[in-house]
C-alpha cells in the first residue's frame, strides 16, 4: 500500500473527465508549459535551410515519385522505446516521400500522448533517389509517482495498481484519462457509483496528485409511508448519514424494507444537496399496500393430503412492522399411505405474532401457539395430538451478515393413542415381539424444548436460488416435565449449495444429518426417511424411522425447454422441470422398521415439477424410482408432493 504523505498542491477541476462532449485535458503547474496540439506546417517550416537544400521537393507541391525514404531514425526518446514509437509511424522505407505523410505520422507519433510539440522531422539527402527521415522527439516530464487522496473506502494500494504502469513513464494525457477511467470503473464495481476524481495536479518532480471524492451521504430522506411509522422504516435502513455511499449496502436496506411485506415498492432515488454541495441527499420512495388479508385456499400435500386452509394475516400491525397471523388446515389425510397408517383426517391451527426489532434492538422474536391431530406417520397404526407453544429469539451476527443465530424455548404436549389394536397384536405376534413393546411406541409426554441453533445463507434469491450456500444447525435439549428419565437431545444439521447452469438453470447439491446425543429419544420424536423432503420414491417413513439419520441430494432445476420461443406467458417464468438423486440411511432402527420390513436404507432417482407461488414458496410434485432398498413383492415407484423448501 503507497504510505508517503502527498504534498500540498493546487488542484484543477477535471469535471470534462465525465463529460462525454468535452475533451479531457490535463493540466500542468504554472511552471511548466502547458501542452497543445503542434501546428504540423509550422514544425516544417522549423527546419533548417541547410537540412534540406538537397531536397527537390517543395513544401507545397505535389510528392515526387522519383524520392523515395531510405530509412527512418527517432531520436530524444529515452523511456519510451523506439519500437513502440514505429508502431505509430506508418510510413515504412521504400515508400514515396512526401511533406503530408511526414506530417501525419508526426501526428500519429504526438497522439500517443508521450512527448511534447517541440519535436522536428529532418530529411537528410542519401542520393537523388533516396532520403533518410529523422524524427527528432521531445518526452514530457516522466511520473515518479502517485499520491491519492480522498480515499477512504478503497485501499491506495488497490487504485495504485491501477497507476503503476504510468510510474516511470512520461505523463500521458490519454493514458491518464484512462487509467482515472478504470479507477472510476473499480470503485463502481465494489458499489461506490458516486466516486469521481475531481482534480488532478503534477508537481515539478514528476508526483501526480489525484484527488478522489467518493459521494459521501447527507441525508436520508423517508417519503411515501403513511400507516407505517417512520422509525419503523429508519430502523431496517442501516446505510447512515455521513458514510459513503454503496449501492450494493442501498440494495440490501430496501430489500430489507421490501421483506417487511409492508409496501408494494420501495424505490431510491439520490441528488446533490442543495445545501452542501458537496454531500448526496438520498430519497426512500415508499409505496403502501394492502397488509391485512384473509386467505381461503387449498391444496395437495403428501402429509396432509387434500386439504382446505383459511387464515388471516397482518403483516404490518399498528404500522408498527409487526405480523400477526391465524392459520387453519383440514386435510384428508395422508395421500399413498401404506398400511402402517391410519384413514383419519388431518387437522391443525396456529397463531403467531412476529416482532422484527425487539425493544429497538436487531433481536427479532417469534411466538407461535399451535394444535394438530393427524395420524401418524412415525407410529404405525396410530393416532397424533400435539399442543404446545414456542418462542424464537434470533439475531444476524453484526460481523458475518450472512450468519443468523436464534433460541427457541417451546413447551408441547405430545400424545400418542392407539388406532387399530388388533391388527398391532397381529404384526406383533408375527414378528415374535412382545406386545408390551407397544407402550414404548406409544410413549408421549410433556416436554420442554431449549433449541439453539445457527443459519448461514448465501443464496442469491430466497425463491428461486440459483448461487450460494443455506447451511444449519441445531440442537435441541427435550426435558421431560413429567417424566424427567425420558429427557434426550438430539443435533441435526444440514447444507445445501447452489449452481448455475447457463442463464436459467441450476443445480444443487445437498446433505443433511441428525442423530440423538443422550437419553431415551420416544419413537414418536424419532427421525424419518421416506416421502417429501427426505428420499423421495418411498411413502412417508417407507425407508425407516430412528434415533438417526443421514442423507445427500443432487438436483437439476430448469425452466420449461424453449418455452419462450413459443409463447410470452410470464406465469410460465416460475414453472421449473427437475431431475433427482436421493440416498439416505436409518440409524438406530425402531421396532416399526422390523414389523414392516422397512429397507433402512435407499438410493432414488426420478423428476419433478416446481411450481414457485409468490408469499408460499415452491409447490412441488415429484416422482422418485427406488434403484435400491426395495424389499421384493413392494411395489416400486411413488409420487409426493410438497409445499415450500425444506433445508
Not at 21 to 27: A, Q, Y
Not at 34 to 45: C, H, R, V
Not at 264 to 293: A, C, F
Amino acid at each position: 500500500m503507497f504510505t508517503q504523505a502527498c504534498p500540498a498542491f493546487a488542484a484543477w477541476d477535471i469535471g470534462g473527465f465525465w463529460n462525454k462532449n468535452v475533451k479531457s485535458k490535463f493540466k500542468k503547474n504554472q511552471q511548466q508549459e502547458q501542452q497543445a496540439e503542434p501546428d504540423y506546417d509550422s514544425l516544417w517550416d522549423n527546419i533548417s535551410p541547410d537540412e534540406t537544400q538537397n531536397i527537390q521537393v517543395e513544401k507545397n507541391a505535389a510528392p515526387q515519385s522519383d524520392v523515395s525514404v531510405y530509412s527512418i531514425e527517432i531520436e530524444g526518446n529515452n523511456l519510451i522505446s523506439t519500437e513502440e514509437i514505429m508502431q505509430n509511424v506508418k510510413l515504412q522505407p521504400g515508400d514515396p516521400y512526401s511533406v503530408e505523410a511526414v506530417q501525419q505520422n508526426l501526428k500519429s507519433i504526438y497522439d500517443m500522448g508521450y512527448f511534447t510539440d517541440k519535436m522536428r522531422a529532418i530529411p537528410i539527402k542519401v542520393d537523388d533517389k533516396n532520403i533518410k527521415l529523422k524524427i527528432i522527439v521531445q518526452e514530457n516530464v516522466p511520473i515518479t509517482d502517485f499520491c491519492i487522496t480522498g480515499n477512504n473506502s478503497i485501499a491506495t494500494g488497490d487504485l495504485l495498481q491501477i497507476l503503476d504502469s504510468l510510474v516511470n513513464k512520461p505523463q500521458n494525457i490519454i493514458k491518464i484519462n484512462e487509467a482515472i477511467e478504470e479507477i472510476q470503473q473499480y470503485y463502481a464495481s465494489q458499489g461506490y457509483i458516486l466516486a469521481r476524481v475531481t482534480s488532478i495536479s503534477d508537481d515539478p518532480d514528476g508526483m501526480v496528485n489525484i484527488a478522489i471524492d467518493e459521494g459521501k451521504i447527507g441525508t436520508i430522506i423517508i417519503e411515501g409511508n403513511k400507516k407505517t411509522k417512520e422509525f419503523v422504516v429508519r430502523r431496517n435502513i442501516l446505510t447512515q448519514p455521513g458514510t459513503i455511499y454503496n449501492e450494493n449496502l442501498i440494495k440490501q436496506d430496501l430489500m430489507r424494507l421490501y421483506g417487511t411485506q409492508a409496501f408494494k415498492d420501495v424505490k431510491r432515488t439520490i441528488e446533490r444537496s442543495e445545501e452542501n454541495p458537496e454531500v448526496y441527499d438520498v430519497t426512500i420512495h415508499l409505496e403502501e399496500q394492502r397488509t391485512g388479508t384473509i386467505s381461503i385456499g387449498g391444496g395437495l400435500d403428501t402429509a396432509t393430503g387434500l386439504f382446505g386452509t383459511g387464515g388471516f394475516t397482518e403483516n404490518n400491525f399498528r404500522g408498527m412492522g409487526q405480523r400477526i397471523s391465524l392459520n387453519l388446515l383440514a386435510g384428508t389425510g395422508i395421500v399413498m399411505a401404506d398400511s402402517s397408517m391410519l384413514n383419519r383426517a388431518n387437522l391443525q391451527a396456529e397463531i403467531s405474532w412476529f416482532e422484527p426489532k425487539l425493544k429497538g434492538t436487531d433481536n427479532s422474536l417469534m411466538v407461535k401457539v399451535f394444535g394438530r391431530d393427524f395420524a401418524s406417520y412415525q407410529i404405525p397404526l396410530a393416532v397424533e395430538q400435539r399442543f404446545g407453544i414456542e418462542s424464537t429469539i434470533s439475531r444476524a451476527f453484526t460481523n458475518f451478515p450472512h450468519l443468523t443465530g436464534a433460541f427457541s424455548v417451546g413447551l408441547e404436549h405430545v400424545h400418542v393413542k392407539e388406532g387399530d389394536g388388533s391388527q398391532i397384536a397381529n404384526l406383533y405376534a408375527a414378528h415374535n415381539i412382545p406386545i408390551s413393546e407397544r407402550a414404548k411406541q406409544l410413549q408421549g409426554g410433556l416436554f420442554l424444548s431449549l433449541s439453539p441453533s445457527l443459519i448461514y445463507d448465501t443464496r442469491d434469491s430466497s425463491t428461486l436460488p440459483r448461487s450460494g450456500v443455506f447451511a444449519n444447525v441445531r440442537f435441541d435439549e427435550m426435558i421431560a416435565v413429567d417424566e424427567f428419565e425420558n429427557t434426550f437431545g438430539k443435533l441435526s444439521a444440514g447444507i445445501k449449495k447452489y449452481y448455475p447452469v447457463g442463464k436459467k438453470s441450476s443445480v444443487s447439491l445437498a446433505f443433511r444429518a441428525g442423530g440423538k446425543i443422550h437419553g431415551d429419544m420416544p419413537e414418536v420424536m424419532a427421525y424419518r426417511l421416506g416421502g417429501p423432503y427426505t428420499v423421495r420414491g418411498f411413502r412417508m417413513s417407507g425407508i425407516g424411522t430412528g434415533s438417526g439419520f443421514m442423507m445427500g441430494q443432487a438436483e437439476f432445476q430448469t425452466p420449461i425447454p424453449f418455452i419462450d420461443r413459443i409463447t410470452d406467458a410470464k406465469f410460465l417464468d416460475n414453472i421449473r422441470i427437475a431431475a433427482f438423486v436421493d440416498a439416505g440411511q436409518i440409524f438406530g432402527s425402531t421396532v416399526t422398521n422390523e414389523i414392516y420390513n422397512r429397507p433402512i436404507h435407499a438410493i432414488t432417482a426420478g423428476v419433478g415439477v416446481r411450481v414457485f407461488i409468490p408469499g408460499v414458496g415452491p409447490l412441488s410434485i415429484d416422482w422418485g424410482y427406488p434403484l435400491t432398498g426395495v424389499p421384493d413383492g413392494t411395489s416400486k415407484g411413488a409420487f409426493t408432493f410438497g409445499v415450500g423448501e425444506f433445508y
